[in-house]
């Protein structure tokens, strides 16, 4: 298993206060992912990595914002944090961009916003 | 914009017996890679079995295998001798092989639980 940790694991937090959500691997991928799982929506694409300061936006990154200045870490946040941003934050690797690769997940940050 | 559907909240199956879990999904592409990852209780998500479109032979996995048909734009995921630990939540997913494209879509889950 790629070694991928993400801090904190569970999070609460009040509306409108910024929160940072950090993933950290130790497998020099070059992709990396943030997702949201929320119930009825399976994973949805937040924003990915595909380079030390190179990042794009996926399918939900209204509100989200995301820095990478180091290969290992990648970070999510969320600079007024809503009710609607609720949910479980899945962090993700991948060897090389694209659909042939495998993708591995973190164990998840469970963030309550109140 | 692709969509997956996955039109089984829930589904259980007896330990030792065969259980197939559905998926559909919509594309205008004619070159994706189709996935089924799994979820157990604790949260981590793995890579099960993947599909390239453009192979019209089904992937296989040990127990589990898959039913790919691309006209219909359907793929399932069948589990053969089912053990305890397969109880999980079960996601399909859709990926584009544009390599500028690296959003992959995912169906809502499927919760299976094993009964002993």
């Known amino acids: 298993d790629a070694g991928i940790t993400q801090s904190p694991r569970h999070k609460v937090t009040e509306t409108g206060t910024p929160v940072t959500l950090r993933c950290h691997q130790t497998e020099n991928h070059r992709y990396m992912y943030w997702y949201r799982q929320d119930p009825g929506h399976g994973l949805r694409l937040i924003h990915y990595s595909y380079g030390v300061k190179d990042t794009d936006k996926g399918e939900v990154s209204d509100g989200y914002s995301v820095s990478r200045s180091k290969t290992e870490d990648f970070l999510l946040t969320l600079e007024s944090a809503t009710s609607s941003q609720t949910s479980v934050y899945f962090c993700?690797?991948?060897?090389?961009?694209?659909?042939?690769?495998?993708?591995?997940f973190g164990p998840g940050t469970r963030l309550l916003v109140l | 914009a692709q969509t997956v559907t996955q039109s089984q909240p829930e589904m259980s199956v007896q330990e030792a017996e065969t259980v197939t879990l559905s998926c559909t999904y919509d594309t205008s592409e004619s070159d994706y890679y189709l996935f089924w990852y799994k979820q157990p209780p604790s949260r981590q998500m793995i890579l099960v079995i993947r599909q390239e479109a453009y192979k019209q032979q089904n992937a296989t996995e040990n127990r589990f295998s898959v039913n790919f048909q691309k006209a219909a734009k359907s793929f399932s995921l069948k589990i053969s001798d089912s053990q305890l630990g397969d109880a999980a939540m079960y996601f399909c997913?859709?990926?584009?092989?544009?390599?500028?494209?690296?959003?992959?879509?995912f169906g809502a889950g499927t919760r299976l639980t094993v009964k002993p």
């Open positions: 997913a859709y990926r584009s092989a544009s390599p500028n494209n690296n959003d992959m879509r």
């Open positions: 993700a690797t991948g060897t090389s961009g694209g659909a042939i690769e495998t993708q591995y």
